[in-house]
Nanobody, 121 residues
Framework: QVQLVESGGGLVQAGGSLRLSCAAS????????IGWYRQAPGKQRDLVAV???????NYADSVKGRFTISRDNAKNTVYLQMSSLKPEDTAVYYC???????????????WGQGTQVTVSS
């Protein structure tokens, strides 16, 4: 079993900062791509930022220059440093990881339970 546990969400004023964390645990052989998606009420879940095992990053245009994704492979953890937050960043943020649980097994996609980020104007 694999679990992804997010933390760090909350309420912040516009212009403020938050740092999200997502720790993967369980039967993990390797973590390929790991990152963050978000879903606002009534909208689809969209990519925010992802980072590969080779430390290549990809960001949504709306967060470039404001958000920074990083990972600590020793801790199986990914972070999202969010700065200059805007009300339109308000959403539930979900961690996603593509994980192989043992050598030679397929890479599967896992989701965390989500953490609420609310930015007040």
């Amino acid at each position: 079993q694999v679990q992804l546990v997010e933390s760090g969400g909350g309420l912040v004023q516009a212009g403020g900062s938050l740092r999200l964390s997502c720790a993967a645990s369980g039967s993990i052989f390797s973590i390929n791509t790991i990152g963050w998606y978000r879903q606002a009420p009534g909208k689809q879940r969209d990519l925010v930022a992802v980072i590969t095992s080779g430390v290549t990053t990809n960001y949504a245009d709306s967060v470039k220059g404001r958000f920074t994704i990083s990972r600590d492979n020793a801790k199986n953890t990914v972070y999202l440093q969010m700065s200059s937050l805007k009300p339109e960043d308000t959403a539930v943020y979900y961690c996603n990881a593509r994980i192989s649980t043992s050598p030679g097994t397929p890479v599967l996609s896992y989701w965390g339970q989500g953490t609420q980020v609310t930015v007040s104007s």
